[in-house]
C-alpha cells in the first residue's frame, strides 16, 4: 500500500530532477493543474527538461489521504530555492500502485503569496 513516506519520496525526487525524472514516475496520461495552466505528461517533462532546478527544497506539513486500496494523494507545502528565490505552495499530488510501485497521475499547486 501506498504510504507517505514513499510518497514524499517520490516528491522530492521529482522536485529535484528533469523531465525523465518525471517520464519514470508518472503515468502517461497524467496531468499538471498549475497555475494558469493544465499539463500533460510529456508537457510537463519537456518543461523540466529545461527547467534550472531548485538549489533546495523543503516539504512540510504533509498529509496523507487514501483514496483506495491501490491510490492515495500526498499534500504539503513545498519550499524551493534557487539563489536568492523563493517560491512557496501548497502541492497536492495523486498516485496508483501499479507493479508495486507509486505511480505519479495528478499534481496540482497553489502558490502561497
Request: aromatic letters at 6%; hydrophobic letters at 40%.
Amino acid at each position: 500500500m501506498l504510504n507517505l513516506a514513499t510518497l514524499l519520496a517520490s516528491e522530492r525526487q521529482l522536485a529535484t530532477g528533469d523531465g525523465d525524472t518525471y517520464r519514470r514516475a508518472m503515468r502517461r496520461d497524467a496531468l499538471f493543474v498549475l497555475p494558469g495552466m493544465v499539463l500533460d505528461a510529456e508537457e510537463c517533462a519537456r518543461a523540466m527538461d529545461v527547467s534550472p532546478g531548485w538549489d533546495g527544497v523543503a516539504l512540510t506539513d504533509a498529509q496523507l489521504l487514501q483514496v483506495g486500496e491501490d491510490a492515495a494523494s500526498v499534500v504539503y507545502t513545498f519550499e524551493g530555492r534557487r539563489g536568492t528565490e523563493v517560491y512557496r505552495a501548497t502541492m497536492a499530488s495523486t498516485y496508483v500502485e501499479e507493479d508495486g510501485r507509486a505511480v505519479l497521475v495528478l499534481h496540482q499547486q497553489t502558490p502561497l503569496g
